[in-house]
Nanobody, 118 residues
Framework: QVQLVESGGGLVQAGGSLRLSCAAS????????MGWYRQAPGKERELVAAITSGGSTHYADSVKGRFTISRDNAKNTAHLQMNSLKLEDTAVYYC????????????WGQGTQVTVSS
């Protein structure tokens, strides 16, 4: 079992920045990729950014150049630096960890609210 706890959400004006953190605990040795997803009201959950254990990254087109995902394998943490925030970035942001042993299991955090105001 892996537990994920997100932090760092809040209210920010458009153009501002926030840094989200995800702390993993439990059976963290099995974690391969980690990622950030978001879900806005009335919309489906979508991938924002992901990072492998080796540091390869992937970003949604909507956040490229504005968001940066990073990871500290030693501390079992992942971060999402969000700059130049837009109103449309408002959503609940979730951390996800993929645990690979005999099979692949996804773990999710409880989510943290990010609200961008005009």
């Amino acid at each position: 079992q892996v537990q994920l706890v997100e932090s760092g959400g809040g209210l920010v004006q458009a153009g501002g920045s926030l840094r989200l953190s995800c702390a993993a605990s439990g059976a963290t040795a099995c974690i391969s990729a980690m990622g950030w997803y978001r879900q806005a009201p009335g919309k489906e959950r979508e991938l924002v950014a992901a990072i492998t254990s080796g540091g390869s990254t992937h970003y949604a087109d909507s956040v490229k150049g504005r968001f940066t995902i990073s990871r500290d394998n030693a501390k079992n943490t992942a971060h999402l630096q969000m700059n130049s925030l837009k109103l449309e970035d408002t959503a609940v942001y979730y951390c996800k960890a993929i645990c690979k042993t005999w099979s692949s299991v996804d773990y999710w955090g409880q989510g943290t609210q990010v609200t961008v105001s005009s």
